[in-house]
């Protein structure tokens, strides 16, 4: 791979990443699903740490959708076991970056501890101001929007005045559009990702699974991304 040259670069201000291919990875290599799992997050932590030194300011990760409860209880289990230790290990991290984690998602059906793990590093690191991170568990993009119209009707607001500004407000975190949304291990689908926010967003599909998908690959991406021609409906200028 030849070197990249960083200054002349795009950086992004928000990516979001669909975190996929996990179970393949193990597959292809004799072992369980549960072990691919721990592959992935174990890359995640690093991945994040190098998002945040190449200048991105929000970094949204999909860990788990409202749907992913649909597999086997054993995987689910080991998932909110991971989630529980990795909130755990993030936190000097974040608290060496100054950055600051947000969650998006559903409360109901996650354990208590995982909620617990949540709440907690949302706590720690509250007032970080280096850059945030948005982990997305049980989430889901239609369940977000559906969230944020009850919100909206339950508030008595007049909503012949309300403005698409408005609607980011309602939900779950006011953050700005998905610049670059990367999905790893082939795919080539939203599967309910950030609906409303990946609206403009430029998307970027690399072969490569999770757990092989390192730094060089995300300088892979920003080149892709820097080369694109975003025109928002606008003709070229
Ligand atoms: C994504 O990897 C991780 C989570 C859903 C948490 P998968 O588990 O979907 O891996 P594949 O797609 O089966 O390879
Ligand atoms: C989407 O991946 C959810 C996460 C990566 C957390 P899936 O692997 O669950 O999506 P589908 O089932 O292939 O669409
Ligand atoms: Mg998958």
Redesign the pocket.
Known sequence: MEAVDYSKLKIPTHVGI???GNGRWAKERGLSRLKGHDAGFDNLRELVKYIHKRGVKYLSL????T??FKRPKEEVDHLMDLFVIMYKRYRDDFAKNNIKVVFSGRDEPLPKKVIKARDELVELTKNNTGGTVNFCMNYGGRAEILDAIKKIAKSGVDVDSLTEEDIRKYLYQDLPDVDLMIRTSG?L?L?N?LLWQNSYAEFYFPKTKFPDFHEADFDQALIEYTSRDRRFGNVKK
């Open positions: 669909i975190v996929d999909y860990v788990f959708s749907e992913n795919e689908r599967s990702f």
